[in-house]
């Protein structure tokens, strides 16, 4: 997008000042049809899961749209045009859509009721879809995520988001996905994943929090792009990168490990005691089966 003086704007406008920000709201067309589109038909796709097939439980559809509110109040609100004032915002908003919008979303099973709209064969659909035999899809959930957080975090792919308006969305886009991927994995108690998907949820943890420090410890500013932008928060570009590596670095750090933690607790307390099968299945004689 270019600017009457044939500077390059960013995608979410030019940088606000603190007393207009409650005004600049992103009222993108496109952007607002497509995030309508998206939850129209993961209605249309859990009513005729409901209707056809099988439930798709009220509390999953609940988490959805919660989900995508959050997901549709960051990429419209102020927080927008505050995102090309601060780095310390746009990681604000990234943790939110990661942290918060994503597990939401993925608890909603959007696949499982968008592809219904598609997928239905002879009055015959699936609610969830098989069960993955790839054990490992926890863990290149959590590598895609990591790889794509350090690409659109590093210094120069990060500024040429503010120069192409294909950039930004391609960081939007490709990071809120694989965030939903990872979600879906470590939310699924698949007993058969359960190490990988510890595994996955350790990794992020790890991943997430040494980004942060690197970004917060680091002894000079990063971010081209906010250089000019931070003075009218009363900011300097420094301070404003440590910020957003301390955004980065503690709940991202915290989160992924504790929700792994949780996780994998309740998977082991769902499984039946070896000692008890042992017990019941053991026999002084062979084919006799002690009661």
Known sequence: MLGGSGSVVPYCGAPPLPDTLWMRWNLDPVLLMALLAIGCAYALGATGLNRKFCVLPRGRQAAFYAGWAVTTACLVSPLCPLSVSLFAARVGQHMILALIAAPLVAAGRPVAAISFLWRTSGG???????????TAAPLAAAWLFAALLWFWHSPAAYGATFTSTAAYWSM????????????SELLDRNPARVVAATGAGVISSAQMGLLGALITLAPRPLYAPHALTTAAWNLTPLQDQQLGGAIMWVPGGVVFLAVAMVMLWLTIARAPSPLIFATRSSSPLPGIATP
């Open 124 to 134: 015959v659909a699936r609610c969830y879809p098989e069960r993955s035999t790839w």
């Open 172 to 183: 939007h886009v490709s990071m809120f996905a694989a965030s939903v991927w990872l979600w």
